[in-house]
């Protein structure tokens, strides 16, 4: 397409939008602040994000849903919520940035709702669907980095760290993290059906690899598929 066919269309998508996805305590926002850190240094900008969150609508919303006393229960009504908080994320923030050429990376994006949601929560891939042409539409991801992990490692990785940024006092899990083990296995399986659907777009990486390994690898993958300057 040409650059005056876009235009015409749909505004043109300058900067990359990246991914991170994986079930608990899998060490995505560690991972985010290399790849921010290290594109930076290549000159380009960024706009580190999150789900759900990542405009003050969707912030609220993650308020609700993470709450396990007042989040609804039926998976269903999880992706619609996931899905609202998700739609004014875009039009708040995702979208403006890729126009602009600020190249976006997210903590969770659509793919946590079919894993989540579709995968281990039961609600069937048409709907999911339905849900993501409705309101990813066009933005989908260029890339995901998809961090996999044993979810027995992971869940301990999250009680740890959930212990540590409170010490002394008792946090319950979350919504998602408090769900048993069928559950995050069911997940696992989810995600990496995904990453075997979609090659092209979905990085499969080994969480249990040394942080600066892991990092490493990540950088690889995305430089070897983006033109980037010299540091
Ligand atoms: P968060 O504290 O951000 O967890 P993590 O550090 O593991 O990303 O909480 C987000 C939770 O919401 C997490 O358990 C995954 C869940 N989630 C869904 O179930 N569906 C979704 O579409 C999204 C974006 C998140």
Redesign the pocket.
Known sequence: MTEQAETASAPARRGRFITFE?????G??TQIAHLDRRLRERGVTTLSS????GSPFAEAC?TL??DSAVAPQSALA??LL??A??ADHLDASIRPALEAGTWVLC????D??R???GAA?GVDDEALALLDRLVVAETRPDLTILLDLDPKIGLMR?DLRRTAATPGNFIRA????SRKLDFHQRLRAGFLAIAKAEPARVGVFDAMQNELTLADAIWRFVEGRFALGAP
């Open positions: 994986g079930g608990e305590g899998v995505k926002s999150r789900e759900p969150g993650r849903i993470l999880q992706a996931f899905s908080a998700r903590d969770r994006f659509a946590s709702t894993a989540y949601q929560g999250a979350d919504t998602f993290e």
